[in-house]
């Protein structure tokens, strides 16, 4: 090119220069989101933190309340030199950790530059009183106020649940709700009623310079926010009840669940092992010890174990059999210690009279009776095949709400399960099995799994004489309306005229008196009329589960109560004492069989308990 | 408007008054926002002495002075003279400076001279223009000729190399811009092209990847190919646009399948009775996950590259025979930035090289400033906050805000209108200078018009550029903007240099 002509291309490159900087410079000023960043910028906010609501029992007792604690801040450029053991001591910790988190922040000096960071959390008040007193003596060292949750019952840790810092991954899962530093429940009535327990954080605004020092409060403080303490909860616990089952289920692995037939409200909902509430309220300090516990203590068994319901569920198969039409009360059937089926095929009963009728079925929980009842639902004519009578049981077993979460309000429910023809089609092949394969489950072994919540609320059920309210930890209360699904009966798919039939059963199962033959004559109390079912179920690793589901009274229930006891034994060892206890306590508020309450309470079947 | 029968001509007909006018309107622009840059709640006014306005006033009045003196009363032939005398001077200072300084943020470059302090960096622009004219102006000086170039190179080099050991990095690469008035005066465009393309290469392999560095020099080629030849122009966009954009979607596209394969395993792995993870590698569409869209670019740059040859050599196309050259070359140099920055590079040079290019983010240390100067400016918005109502500004999250990060203040506080208007005031002062220097006679006073122009513009780009994030932050003062006397000093004087020879050309006509 021609040099007299060069500078128009040069022109050209200065034009297209000076639109790429504007090009960006409209970028950011007009399209991108820099604009937000600046007033977060030069804007400080101030967290103030609500306090949290507390929790209620039934009867207005605070399961869970607030105490005070403090946080120990420490500004490191304030920081001078000072006595680390002095310190240590006072509150309670080791010089190296004192000089370790030093150590800490002087590696991260830039970042934190004049700000504070917490030292420790949740300093109970006694040590944050001695740290006052000296605290002249320690410059850039400050106490700073912070609720901490207080049990005043021991109503167990699964329960309750516990608050702690919110991990990353939870802010992640809540966008826009958490920001580091905030608490919230993590499991149980915590975590369930988060969002009404929580409150809502109030912020200061100031506006700061860049060494982060705060210059003035922002628009007069005109824009500031006051926090807004959280709701309190009122609970359907019965607390003395609730830890009542606590201390019954002390060293033993299991569950207690008790809930109010003619509501659902859930009057006890004992895990056991559990949390302990003095860990409760810094659970991060025993974090590695609970997580470490080879009983898993923080595994809510009462929602999440799945577990064969055992002879219990002779019930729901009765009641099927009477609902199906292929099961009469006045039906008898032999049982030469257990039903002897296919060739040289027997599944087992202990000795009882024979024969024997569903009542005395029922009473004496024969296993052969029930192998002949389930044989003939899965049989009957009106299906077509086996495959087509099991899937009409399976609908009628899940309208108990088995095999499906019960869509209680308590957090971290388990659906157990409950097997279709799908299930054996896929084990044994389609047309390869038959009602003898599966007669297991007759007895509620082999495929069925339930949780104790199940089984309460089957307890509940039959109780009401054929229908449930969803099973719930909350009661309405101020400002706190409860969801219309808890206000409707559930019924089942088997008429309520067939529930009287197997009541006369439980009853007699408890209330015949020793000698008779009943399995649960040991729950007997004078006058309270209960009414129960026991259960022995296989458990693969060592003694079997102990289990009992009762109701009492037998008119007008007040309590229906599912016990399950793993390595137990038979249901009538320890499942239903405890059960029957539990309903005395509640019932009466006092307990008549000293001797039963302490032996229960002192059995220790740890040792029996098999874990990975 | 020339009217040569005149004679003599006044000052008013013979100065440029637009360029006059430009330079004022910058130096107040300048002298209102280091005011507010600096302006705290308990300030005084602009007229303070003890603040930077007040100082930056008192500067601006010395360079009135000065401006007065150029260009009425030093002779305008001076400067050809004392060109090579000032030249050596200043690079003795250059030199002197390194070891004599007082370290400043890691450099040495700044005379401390009790309560003046000033940076021979900046005169040495001035001593470098004057002493590049004289040389380019000579009649014997032609720039194709190896040893002139050369000779053109060594004046603008040995300052630079100076500077560059006083660790001003910034300053030095504003030498660069010298390559514009060579350019100007006769150095090769391909060359010019080939450095503009290198870097282009090396940025852009860095920061988009190889494929879309590779897909761009392509679509480059295409383009200049399709314009070199207009009786072929439609065929050729055709092709080669239809071939870019094609292979512009292509990762998209293999990405879509891509994920199609992926969920079609999952749900596959999910069930227990189909061929589990190890095994899903022979799953037949499984191939797809591996094939890498660059590999496929580079097969079919490989396979089409005899074909374009041979066409080459049947036609005697030499444009699309350089054009595969280039393209080669390019890919080598794409393929080698890769090599040379992942494993000849030491760590912490590659970490320096990220940041200056945004691959990573390093918001407390280097990224620092320049993310808190784009959150200034970025909140001013459509039309600023208005002035000293900035409160990045007030509250001085931005460092060097009224030297190096001045522009931040005017971003804040009088939004992208006043950003277009400094900017809009920068190119006319540039653009003027150029025709001026345009409408000159004497090779001297036009050379040095460029020299004026491209320093200029190399400040205005980098400083701009930096604050903004599109340049590395290297620190280099906005002109006529920036407080301190060296820097609005040098500028003055290396305008109204231009002017007073810019006047004696024009009073003769």
Known sequence: MDPGKRHIPLLIGLSIAAIVLLGKIFSLQVIDRYKEDADRNSTVYETIYPTRGVIYDRYGHILVGNKVAYDILVSPREVQAFDTVALATVLDVTPEFIRGKLKEYNRRRSAIGFQSVTMMRMVPAETYMRFDEVKYRFPGFKGQVRGMRDYPFNAGGNLLGYVSEVNQAYIDRHPGEYRSGDYAGMTGIEAAREKELRGEKGYHIYLRNSRNQIEQPYKGGAEDKEAIPGRDIVTTIDAELQQYGQELMQNKVGSIVAIEPATGEILALVSSPGIDVSQLADIGRHWEEISTNPYKPMYNRAVQASYPPGSVFKLVNGLIGLEEGVLRPEMTYPCHQGYHFGAGHKLGCHVHKSPLNMEESIMMSCNAYYCYVLKNIFDNRKYGNVAEGMDHWREMVMSFGFGRKLGSDFPAELSGSIPSSKTYNRAYGKGRWNSTTVISLSIGQGEILATPMHLANLCATIANRGYYYIPHIVKESDGVPLDQRFKERQYTMVDTTQFPKVIKGMWRAVNSGPGMGGTAWIAHVDSLDICGKTGTAQNPRGADNSVFICFAPMDNPRIAIAAYVENGGFGATYAAPMASLMAEKYITGSISRPALEKRMMEADLMARVKHD | ?509
């Open chain 2, 1 to 509: 408007m020339i009217d040569s029968n005149s004679g003599r001509r006044s000052l008013r007909q013979t100065v440029d008054w637009w360029i006059i006018a430009v330079y004022l309107a910058l130096v107040v622009i300048g002298w209102v926002n280091i005011y507010a840059a600096t302006h705290t709640a308990e300030a005084g006014s602009m007229l303070d002495w003890g603040s930077r306005a007040g100082k930056q006033f008192v500067w601006i009045l010395t360079s009135f002075g000065l401006a007065a003196l150029i260009l009425w009363v030093l002779p305008p032939q001076l400067w050809e003279g004392v060109a090579p005398v000032f030249y050596a001077f200043v690079l003795g200072l250059l030199v002197l400076v390194i070891f004599v300084s007082s370290d400043v943020k890691g450099s040495h470059s700044w005379f401390d001279l009790g309560p003046i302090r000033f940076q021979p960096a900046e005169i040495s622009k001035i001593t470098t223009s004057l002493l590049l004219s004289l040389v380019m102006s000579q009649q014997w000086f032609k720039m194709g000729r190896p040893r002139d170039f050369l000779i053109a190179a060594a004046i603008i080099g040995f300052p630079m190399l100076v500077i560059v050991a006083e660790s001003e990095t910034g300053s030095a690469l504003v030498y660069a811009g010298f390559i514009f008035v060579l350019y100007r005066e006769g150095l090769s465009g391909w060359l010019l092209s080939a450095i503009g393309l290198i870097i282009l290469l090396f940025v852009g392999t860095l920061t988009a990847g190889a494929y879309t560095t590779i897909l761009i020099m392509i679509g480059i080629l295409v383009l200049s190919a399709a314009l070199s030849e207009p009786s072929r122009l439609k065929n050729r966009l055709l092709a080669g646009g239809g071939f870019v954009l094609v292979m512009a979607l292509f990762p998209t596209f293999l990405g879509w399948i891509g994920d199609l394969v992926q969920g079609e395993m999952d749900k596959l792995s999910m069930r227990p009775w189909v061929p589990r993870a190890d095994e899903t590698e022979d799953y037949f569409w499984g191939f797809v996950l591996r094939i890498k869209p660059l590999w496929v670019l580079i097969g079919l740059s490989v396979a089409a590259m005899p074909l374009l040859l041979w066409r080459a050599y049947k036609l005697k196309d030499r444009f699309l025979a350089f054009c595969c050259g280039v393209f080669i070359a390019g890919v080598v140099m794409v393929f080698s930035t890769d090599f040379v920055f992942q494993n000849v590079l030491q760590p912490h040079q590659r970490g320096r090289i990220e940041v200056l290019l945004g691959l990573k983010e390093d918001l407390a240390g280097i990224g620092y400033n320049v993310n808190q100067s784009k959150i200034a400016i970025g909140s001013g918005g459509l039309l600023g906050k208005g002035f000293l109502k900035g409160t990045q500004t007030t509250f001085g999250f931005v460092p060097e805000q009224s030297t190096d990060f001045i522009f931040c203040t005017v971003g804040e506080e009088w939004g992208f209108l006043g950003c277009l208007i400094v900017i809009s005031l920068y190119v006319w002062l540039i653009a003027r200078l150029i025709i001026d220097a345009e409408r000159c006679r004497g090779k001297f006073t036009r050379i040095y018009g460029y020299c004026v122009a491209a320093c200029i513009f190399m400040h205005l780009f980098i400083n701009v550029g930096m604050t903004v994030g599109l340049m590395p932050v290297i620190g280099i003062p906005l002109p006529l903007l920036s407080y301190g006397g060296s820097s609005l000093w040098a500028f003055t004087i290396l305008i109204f240099i231009f002017l007073a020879l810019y006047r004696n050309e024009k009073k003769y006509f």
